[in-house]
């Protein structure tokens, strides 16, 4: 049985996601790979087709040659709810799902190869940030203004999880994504401080029965994704004594565990101006 990654764009021309397509393409996966396109150019979507990607696209706009979703929404949130739709309808046709963020996201290796390795028997995958909520100043203040004092209070000590570079199996996977949109529903999409509710609502979540049993929570030295947000040098002076594990490295052109491990996915690399430019001349 086949896997399926997915990512979802608005506004982005085809050279905004290149490093994501061609890292993609060259990392060895062979699965279905399908792009949720909102307000994207006609070329961009016929780009991904030519390439064999499946595109799930709005209304479209001949006069402007453009697909056309609204101006006024949050990617961040919409997102799971048109996962959920694209994707209820393959129940039973794939194995694992990988869906990630798409301008700051690239694969270093086939991300299959890594959840048959470790996922186990669990069936949700997410990636560590390496950091506590408490000690995370974006992340501790989306988490408050989002659900507010009780609910922050109560998972304040937990480790934060990344909603950028999320995988697992088919069914549970799909169940989840309408669980995050559900609960995003429950407060504003567009959260005080920037982003939105997305990864606050799936780590609340995740600390939840079932979910808490069945999720593989990776750690970064797993070698499953970096989040170099809060792991990478550019933030080694303010967060070093608050991580709970070793900071990734670079090594021969790729990004690695502190034991020389590539990492699957890279997620946040444009955050490392030296890392960036050694990443988007690898994959132009």
């Known amino acids: 049985m086949k896997d399926i990654v997915v990512g979802c764009i608005t506004g ?11 890292s993609l393409d060259r990392c060895g996966f062979d699965g279905t790979k399908a792009m949720i396109c909102y307000n994207v150019d006609y070329e961009t979507a016929e780009e991904l087709v030519k390439r064999d990607y499946t595109v799930l696209a709005f209304k479209k706009n001949d006069e402007e040659k453009r697909f056309e979703y609204r101006d006024q929404f949050s990617i961040v949130v919409e997102r799971f709810l048109h996962l959920w739709y694209l994707l209820k309808r393959f129940q039973g046709q794939y194995r694992y799902i990988v869906t990630t963020d798409v301008k700051d996201v690239i694969f270093q290796t086939n991300p299959s190869e890594w959840l048959e390795k470790n996922i186990g028997d669990k069936e ?74 997305d990864q606050a609502a799936l780590n609340v979540l995740l600390n939840m029965k079932p979910y808490k049993d069945i999720t593989n929570f990776a750690m970064s030295e797993d070698g ?54 050694i990443i988007e001349k690898k994959y132009e």
């Not at 069914?171 to 559900?182: H, K, P, Q």
């Not at 709970?244 to 690399?269: A, R, W």
Request: glycine content about 8%; overall charge negative; some cysteine.
């Open 224 to 277: 499953y994704a970096a989040q170099l947000g809060t792991t990478g040098p550019q933030v080694a002076g303010k967060y070093a004594d608050k991580l709970v594990e070793k900071s990734p490295i670079l090594l021969d052109n790729m990004i690695c565990t502190s034991d020389g491990k590539p990492f699957s996915i890279v997620h946040q690399y444009d955050r490392v101006p030296e890392w960036k430019e």
């Open 124 to 197: 949700i995958n997410v990636a560590c940030e390496s950091i506590r909520y408490r000690d995370e100043d974006w992340g501790n203040h989306n988490l408050l203004k989002s659900f507010g004092n009780m609910i922050h209070d109560h998972n304040v000590n937990n480790l934060i999880y990344n909603a950028g570079t999320i995988s697992g199996k088919f069914e549970t996977m799909v169940d989840l994504f309408l669980n995050i949109y559900m609960l995003c529903n429950s407060t504003n999409h567009w959260i005080d401080g920037g982003g939105g509710p």
């Open 12 to 22: 982005y021309d085809f050279e905004k996601i290149k490093p994501w397509v061609n």
